[in-house]
């Protein structure tokens, strides 16, 4: 719990939703056209201070298949259930900031990992291997990734620097809310912290569907047997037309 010792050991921080923190957009809407969407996060902070932007999504369950050789062939060797994982684990930093996933050693994919569980079919050599196997999967997604020294200084003044940078949030982001922190450290230490939220939702014929499948299961079993069945009508009709010609 590094993380958390570091809230505790900090010389008085604060945790507070601002105004100072700017995410343009702050809401996100989900279509069938949707590609994924740049998000801008921007502040001003102290002089001499460092910044970590951490955008997160709620935590929940994965289950995996573990993949392994067994004579000489790869096949699935069983199944790993991932606890405390957030569903999305992006991460920024100022230039001044170690460029590498252990943060200031109180960020980043080493304290992910501190609050994660493996359970299941895990490999001799620990859970440690299926952490970096895990990183890298959700990396190929798009869902977890730390940039270093992606935070620009875009400009200062006797108050203090202001902070810009932009990320592009995945084209397979799940609808919720994203939770949004920025720390503020100095000299290595944690002295402020500041939040803000973005949220997704779904529209269209997206939405209209998503909406009927948790809130009305048995009409969306139905409309979605219609579906396939009117589908399976129409491709049959097509090739039945072309074979007659």
């Known amino acids: ?48 201070s460092s910044a970590i932007v951490e955008i997160k999504g709620s935590e929940h369950d994965d289950h995996l298949l573990r993949q392994g050789r067994r004579a000489g062939l790869w096949m699935s060797v069983g199944e790993v259930t991932v606890r405390g994982a957030p569903s999305i684990y992006l991460l920024m930093s100022t230039p001044d900031l170690p460029s590498h996933s252990n943060i200031a050693g109180g960020w980043g994919y080493k304290a992910l990992q501190k609050h994660m569980q493996f359970e299941g079919a895990l490999p001799r050599q620990g859970a440690d291997s299926l952490f970096d196997q895990f990183v890298k999967l959700k990396e190929s997604e798009g869902l977890y990734g730390v940039f270093p020294k992606s935070l620009k200084l875009v400009g200062s003044s006797e108050d203090g620097s202001k902070v810009e940078g932009r990320l592009m949030l995945p084209s397979n982001i799940a609808p919720g809310n994203y939770h949004i922190v920025m720390s503020v450290l100095n000299n290595g230490k944690l002295v402020e912290q500041r939040s803000s939220d973005l949220h997704v939702d779904m529209q269209g014929l997206t939405g209209f569907l998503a909406a009927l499948a948790y809130q009305h299961a048995m009409l969306y079993g139905l409309a979605a047997v219609m579906i396939a069945i009117i589908t399976g009508f129409a491709i049959g009709f097509l090739l039945s037309s072309k074979g007659a010609h």
Do not use: R, W, Y
Not at 17 to 40: C, R
């Open 1 to 48: 719990m590094e993380f958390l010792a570091l809230l505790v050991c900090a010389p008085a921080p604060v945790t507070a939703v601002t105004s100072d923190l700017h995410v343009t957009p702050n809401s996100l809407h989900i279509s069938e056209s949707f590609q994924g969407a740049p998000v801008t996060i921007a502040a001003n902070i102290p002089k001499q």
